[in-house]
Nanobody, 126 residues
Framework: QVQLVESGGGLVQAGGSLRLSCAAS????????MGWFRQAPGKEREFVAA????????RYADSVKGRFTISRDNAKNTVYLQMNSLKPEDTAVYYC???????????????????WGQGTQVTVSS
């Protein structure tokens, strides 16, 4: 069982930046791919970004491509999401999760993941 603790959210004006962190424990973090998801009020949870266990491979949702950057520090068991040029539509609770396989289709089926952390709220004002 893996424990995930997200942090770094907050209130920011449109065009601003935030850096989210996700600390993982309880599993061999460095051998798992990691991903970020978000859920806006009244909407389903959606994929945002994923990174392979080596950190070499990354993928992004079209809506954040070019603005968000996912990275990881395996020595710290932490994955990050640098969010730049934030828009009001980025407002959501952001979550992270793990998958043994970077090429898993589960990234696009958040319901496949059995457990989640508490998430961190990101609010972008216009």
């Amino acid at each position: 069982q893996v424990q995930l603790v997200e942090s770094g959210g907050g209130l920011v004006q449109a065009g601003g930046s935030l850096r989210l962190s996700c600390a993982a424990s309880g599993r061999t973090f460095s051998t798992y791919a990691m991903g970020w998801f978000r859920q806006a009020p009244g909407k389903e949870r959606e994929f945002v970004a994923a990174i392979s266990w080596t950190g070499v491979n990354t993928r992004y949702a079209d809506s954040v491509k070019g603005r968000f950057t996912i990275s990881r520090d395996n020595a710290k068991n932490t994955v990050y999401l640098q969010m730049n040029s934030l828009k009001p539509e980025d407002t959501a609770v952001y979550y992270c999760n793990t998958d043994p396989e970077y090429y898993s289709g589960s990234w696009y089926r958040p319901a496949d993941f059995g457990s989640w952390g508490q998430g961190t709220q990101v609010t972008v004002s216009s």
